[in-house]
């Protein structure tokens, strides 16, 4: 029995003058084991309550989502204008507009319980970037500034999400040295289909534990719960005879000249994707650029687009969450292109939460 219910049960036995023993250790009633599970649980939730997240490059809460799920207070740091309106609008914490290139997150010293999360923008090592590359990019400083709030704050873990090439940059891989002085790391490429998304997207995520709370980043992944393989049809199959702006977010571009480039739509490349019904989706960008059509296009049903609640659906975003009218659809979709799947985030903050506490 540990300390800590040794010293609950003692004050609940002052209670009712009480003390049963059986080989010199402390026997608990149902009632008092029940009484004793709440007051533990209360606990741990005030625990969460006091533990903040910082979430840079916050976007519209897609990594965020899970640890506001679990309780913990969240404040989301980003420029965009749109990805605050969505991230303040569906609740997910204190959403801050800020550019992180020019200016600190303010911190209060002494507040040691910190995580920090984050996906600095990906296009310096994206794929589809073919020009200007790594430390050509004008967005590049921004994994920098990421490890520098790192090394100010020293927080309790923090998370980064960005793609897989990102661990071929030599001057990330000397800033994950850096960090490995203070921090226990680890790292992993996660296909979201395996947590229960609708989408076969990998994201490279680096974890790290500051040294003396006894874990390993290690010890995170391996106790992140996988979950149901879900194909489009799971996802957006009661969606198919639903008509423009019917349910909300229900909406896609008018695509005039899609049967204009039917032949790339058939050979499947260049980003130029038929979904399939019983099939995860591939990773997709912006879809207003590169349209990914409706598994029913050119099949005898209407040939479009998927639409905004689709793609939704299908990076694992509930119907719940709405992304509001004055965002134009072409940055709906691409604040959808850069998202992390909410149900791997959930998965991530309920096993931080599990072991941390």
Not at 51 to 66: A, E, H, K, P, R
């Amino acid at each position: 029995m540990s300390l800590w219910i040794r010293k609950k049960t003692l004050r609940i036995r002052k209670l009712n003058g009480s003390a049963v023993r059986f080989k010199g250790k402390l026997l608990l009633s149902y009632y008092e084991k029940r009484l004793l599970n709440a007051i533990k649980r209360f606990e741990i939730i005030t625990m969460v309550a006091r533990m903040n997240v910082i979430d840079l490059f916050c976007g519209m809460g897609g990594l965020s989502y899970g640890f506001s799920r679990e309780g913990f207070q969240v404040m989301g740091f980003d420029k965009s204008e749109h990805a605050l309106l969505a991230f303040n609008f569906n609740r997910i914490g204190r959403g801050i507009r800020k550019d992180l290139l020019t200016s600190e997150v303010e911190f209060e010293e002494g507040d040691e319980d910190v995580i920090i999360i984050g996906g600095p923008p990906c296009e310096p090592w994206s794929r589809l970037n073919l020009r200007k590359r790594c430390f050509r990019h004008p967005l590049y400083n921004c994994i920098i500034h990421f490890f520098k709030t790192i090394f100010r704050i020293n927080p309790v873990i923090f998370i980064l999400e960005n793609v897989p090439d990102l661990l071929k940059d030599s001057t990330v891989c000397k800033l994950l040295e850096r960090a490995g002085s203070g921090f226990s790391l680890a790292h992993r490429v996660i296909c979201y289909n395996h947590y229960g998304a609708a989408t076969s997207r990998k994201r490279l995520f680096i974890i790290g534990i500051r040294h003396g709370y006894g874990l390993s980043a290690e010890d995170i992944f391996e106790c992140i719960p996988r979950g149901e393989p879900r194909t489009v049809r799971d996802a957006i199959w009661d969606l198919r005879h639903v008509n423009w702006n019917e349910r909300i977010n229900h909406v896609w571009p008018s695509a005039r000249t899609v049967r204009k480039y039917m032949r790339y739509y058939k050979s499947g490349k260049y980003g130029w994707y038929i979904l399939e019904w019983d099939k995860p989706s591939p990773s997709f960008g912006n879809i207003a650029k590169t349209y990914i059509l409706h598994p029913d296009s050119f099949n005898g049903g209407q040939t479009r687009p998927i639409s905004v609640r689709e793609a939704l659906r299908i990076m694992g975003f509930p119907d719940s969450y709405r992304l509001p009218p004055e965002i134009p659809l072409n940055v709906k979709y691409e604040m959808i292109a850069d998202a992390v799947s909410p149900v791997f985030s959930l998965k991530l903050a309920r096993t931080v939460k599990k072991l941390l506490l």
